[in-house]
Structure formats: C-alpha cells, structure tokens
C-alpha cells in the first residue's frame, strides 16, 4: 500500500554473557563508573555496538555502576551520590559533591 512504513532489526551478531553498557556511556573506549562511592574512569575493549547499548570488557565489573551520561567536566577520585536509573541497564547518574 501507498504510503505505509515498515521497521526492520536485522541482527548481524549475538554474543552470549557479553557485558553491555549504555552506548551513551562509552567514550573513546573509556566509561566512568562509582566504585565506594566516587568516580573511576576505565579503559574497556568495546565489541558490538548498538544504538541503545555497547559491548565493552576489560577493567570493567558486571556490578560496576555507571555513569549513563557523563559531563565532560568529571574527575577521577571525586565523591558521588548515586542514582539508580534502571534496573535493567544498571545505569546511574553521577552529581559531584566536590570532596
């Protein structure tokens, strides 16, 4: 019919356990985290990417918080307060406390 739109998901590969974290995350193959409470930048191996999530591996833990959208201003070693955003991507959003 005239005028009907259709989407397609092609998958091109599947990788079993592999980590995901939000492509909104992964920089320059670096992703920042919160482990005890303040900020630590990782260097990751990314695989697959994907428009909502990314493959990465390396430094990186499966229970590592991380920042879903980091600032470019942040700094390694500050203290953070964590918020969780979803479950499902185990995302969290970062505000310096500036200690």
Same mark, same amino acid.
């Given at each position: 019919?005239?005028?009907?739109?259709?989407?397609?998901?092609?998958?091109?590969?599947?990788?079993?356990?592999?980590?995901?974290?939000? +492509?909104?995350?992964? %920089?320059?193959?670096?992703?920042? *985290? @919160?482990?005890?409470?303040?900020?630590? =930048?990782?260097?990751?191996? $990314?695989?697959?990417?994907?428009?909502?999530?990314?493959?990465? +591996?390396?430094?990186? %833990?499966?229970?590592?918080?991380? *920042? @879903?959208?980091?600032?470019?201003?942040? =700094?390694?070693?500050?203290? $953070?307060?964590?918020?969780?955003?979803?479950?499902?991507?185990?995302?969290?959003?970062?505000?310096?406390?500036?200690?």
């Amino acid at each position: 019919m005239i005028g009907m739109t259709a989407e397609v998901n092609v998958v091109t590969a599947q990788k079993p356990n592999a980590l995901l974290a939000p +492509s909104s995350a992964v %920089k320059s193959a670096r992703v920042w *985290v @919160v482990r005890d409470g303040r900020l630590v =930048q990782l260097t990751v191996q $990314v695989g697959i990417k994907g428009r909502e999530r990314t493959e990465v +591996s390396g430094e990186i %833990k499966d229970d590592d918080l991380i *920042v @879903v959208e980091p600032l470019q201003d942040l =700094q390694a070693g500050k203290r $953070v307060r964590v918020r969780v955003q979803s479950q499902s991507g185990a995302a969290a959003a970062a505000g310096q406390t500036g200690r």
